[in-house]
């Protein structure tokens, strides 16, 4: 059994991505409304689930290749977020 301190937050790290992911998917079709396209639930529902599955994919393997858990939770946040570009 694994010791319990503070800095093993794993899974707090991992539910905390897939939450920001998801709000990126829902900014992301937020942007879309705006730009003056209609509301469409199927466009809707798959740029979440894309979103959600690229940045857990993302999230996955910076941190099999050792990057801090909470720096590639917010630097991938950062770069896909609607507006950087």
């Given at each position: 059994m694994p010791e319990k301190?503070?800095?093993?937050?794993?899974?707090?790290?991992?539910?905390l991505s897939l939450v920001l992911f998801g709000i990126s998917g829902v900014l992301r079709h937020a942007q879309k409304?705006?730009?003056?396209?209609?509301?469409?639930?199927g466009e809707f529902i798959f740029e979440v689930?894309?979103?959600?599955?690229?940045?857990?994919?993302?999230?996955?393997?910076?941190?099999?290749?050792?990057?801090?858990?909470?720096t590639s939770v917010w630097g991938l946040k950062l770069k896909h977020h609607p507006c950087s570009k």
């Open positions: 301190d503070p800095q093993n937050l794993s899974v707090f790290h991992t539910v409304l705006i730009e003056g396209k209609p509301f469409n639930i689930i894309s979103s959600l599955f690229v940045g857990s994919v993302f999230y996955l393997i910076l941190r099999g290749v050792g990057v801090a858990e909470l």
